[in-house]
């Protein structure tokens, strides 16, 4: 009788630990886009926006927009969007801020955004097969693509420095994130750069032992 | 000795204290990021403002250009390429600009069109215009910004095929005639080659390749490019005056030597 009672105790613990885990604490929200959310520290949504922001904010006030427009009877320049390399130590998507650049070209009507070769190739194999299959009438025209003025061109770099402290037995580790964001867009006759873009974050990430 | 003592322990706490970053952060969890609307939609209305009043400016430019003009001249308009004879209205039309694209400068009854922007060329269909020179509101003279430098139009031959082709002609030989003396053969050859294909009837440049090659140590194909060349002239009708006469006896003389030179080498 008297050996039944840790036993008991024992399958109560475990039911209970089962139904803890089986009621994990999970909570899934919907929030706007625009919330600054930084967890881990490492580049998110936030930094694409910042970045984003800039760019647009720098290219589309730039003389380079009213240069072009005044040599050309009013045109707006013609823009394809090249290489943006992500020189950083971290996996960065940098097509998110990239489009959101491309994109606010295309919106704001000032930029004539032409397709990347990617996209071209597919558009190209369209058109060629509009020529035997479409009927006459509705057919696109060949040699009729937009040649591109300037090519958009850039990369992302990013400069770390930690260290760790020990005190008390607890380790405290601190880290310095850098990353700069430079764009340019190039005169693709010249190859002169005529419009240059640059945006820059620091963050500083601590991490306390003990949540001290 | 203890006062010493806990003043050194001190010293060296002090030392390894941990750095601290004392800056106070710009942007925290939860506050907003922000987006670039409102800087798109400026833009886009001054573009839109922008392009109502360029297109306003171009189509009294084009009604202006084309009320009252030769055929050749509305021709030349319609295809937007400049022209000899337009007036600066037309000049404007041919380009597809209007009065900002250009810097204008007057000296007598002659003006002078440059770009107001070197950055940001005008150019019609030909190519980038560099300058455009009326004399009596009439086009005397005009350049095109090329790979070869600037190529003038000053009469009706220049603005053909042909006389583009001889311009064209002209530049690259001079670079292959530098290139050549600087030592660089196969880039003086290229030049000379692009040459031949641009006027095939010219046969100093035959002789030209022939002399690149010979130094290049390609004899074989010297012997045969000095064989073209001597073939292509009709000795009997060189007449022995004048420079180029003189220039083209020389080359014939030394090629005919340097013939000699490679085919008793080649046996």
């Known amino acids: 009788m008297m050996k039944s009672r840790p036993l008991a105790s024992a399958a109560t613990i475990l039911v209970v630990a089962i139904l803890a ?33 800039a760019l647009i904010e720098q290219s589309l006030t730039d003389p380079w927009l009213s240069r072009y427009s005044n040599a050309n009877g009013g045109d707006a320049p013609t823009v394809i969007v090249g290489d943006f390399r992500n020189r950083s130590s971290e996996h960065i998507p940098v097509s998110t801020f990239v489009n959101d650049l491309e994109n606010a070209y295309i919106n704001s009507g000032a930029v004539t955004v032409v397709a990347g070769d990617v996209d071209r190739d597919q558009i190209r194999a369209e058109r060629d097969d509009q020529q035997d299959n479409a009927r006459a009438d509705t057919r696109a025209q060949l040699g009729q693509e937009l040649g591109a003025n300037y090519v958009l061109q850039g990369e992302l770099q990013s400069i770390q420095d930690e260290e760790e402290t020990m005190r008390f037995g607890a380790t405290r580790k601190e880290q310095i994130v850098f990353y700069q964001v430079d764009a340019r867009l190039v005169d693709l006759e010249s190859n002169a750069v005529v419009w240059a873009g640059q945006h820059k974050i620091k963050k500083y990430i601590e991490r306390k032992p003990f949540g001290l | ?103 204008v400068r007057h000296s007598g009854p002659s003006l002078v069109m440059v770009p107001e922007d070197e950055r940001v060329v005008p150019s019609d269909v030909v190519g980038n215009v560099a300058m455009v020179q009326l004399a009596d509101n009439r086009v005397s003279r005009y350049g095109y910004s090329e790979a070869q430098g600037i190529r003038l139009v000053d009469e009706p031959f220049d603005a053909t095929t042909e006389g583009r082709a001889q311009a064209l002609a002209e530049s690259l030989t001079r670079e292959g005639d530098e290139m050549a003396a600087r030592g660089d053969l196969d880039a003086a050859l290229d030049r000379y080659d692009r040459v031949s294909v641009l006027t095939p009837e010219d046969p100093m440049i035959d002789y030209k390749i022939a002399a690149v090659l010979d130094k290049a140590l390609r004899p074989y194909e010297a012997m045969i490019q000095y064989q073209l060349f001597l073939h292509r002239l009709n000795l009997e009708t060189i007449e022995a005056e004048g420079a180029a006469a003189a220039q083209l006896a020389e080359a014939i003389a030394l090629a005919q030597q340097r013939l000699v030179i490679l085919e008793r080498q080649a046996r």
């Open chain 1, 21 to 53: 885990a089986s009621c994990s604490n999970r909570n899934v929200s919907r929030i706007e886009p625009d919330t600054v959310t930084d967890l881990s520290g490492q580049w998110n949504d936030t930094d694409s926006r910042l970045v984003a922001n």
């Open chain 2, 1 to 103: 000795m203890n006062r010493y003592l806990m003043l050194g322990t001190l010293l060296v706490l002090a030392a390894c204290v941990p750095k601290k970053v004392e800056e106070q952060p710009i942007m925290e969890n939860n506050q907003r990021a922000g987006d670039a609307s409102a800087t798109i939609a400026s833009a886009s209305a001054q573009a839109e403002q922008n392009r109502a009043n360029a297109s306003a400016e171009r189509g009294a430019i084009q009604a202006e250009a084309l009320a009252d003009c030769a055929p050749a001249v509305c021709d030349a308009v319609v295809r937007g390429e400049i022209a000899l004879g337009m007036n600066e209205v037309q000049v404007l039309a041919a380009t597809r600009t209007t009065e900002d694209a250009w810097s």
